[in-house]
């Protein structure tokens, strides 16, 4: 069983930032990838942004130069920074983990951008 635990989400102002946090537990092979999704209210699930434990990225465009992301193996975490933020930014942000036995999802963490 793998489990997910997110946290850092809140309320913030436009041009504000944020550190989203996710520690992944169980059954975690060494290989994997992590990451973090966000759905809108109204709006389907998409991606943010993707780490492999090799170091891949990848970002959705609307969040380039913008949000970083990056993991700590050894404590099965990755992180999200989130800077300039914009209204638009507001979702429920979800943490994800693809591991050769399956994909898994957090419980979810509120993001709100607005003045």
């Known amino acids: 069983q793998v489990q997910l635990v997110e946290s850092g989400g809140g309320l913030v102002q436009p041009g504000g930032s944020l550190r989203l946090s996710c520690a992944a537990s169980?059954?975690?092979?060494?290989?994997?990838?992590m990451g973090w999704y966000r759905q809108a209210p109204g709006k389907q699930r998409e991606l943010v942004a993707t780490?492999?434990?090799?170091?891949?990225?990848k970002y959705a465009d609307s969040v380039k130069g913008r949000f970083t992301i990056s993991r700590d193996n050894t404590k099965n975490t990755v992180y999200l920074q989130m800077n300039s933020l914009k209204s638009e930014d507001t979702a429920v942000y979800y943490c994800n983990i693809n591991l050769p036995q399956g994909n898994y999802w957090g419980q979810g963490t509120q993001v709100t951008v607005s003045s």
């Open positions: 169980g059954s975690i092979f060494r290989l994997n990838v």
């Open positions: 780490l492999s434990t090799g170091g891949t990225t």
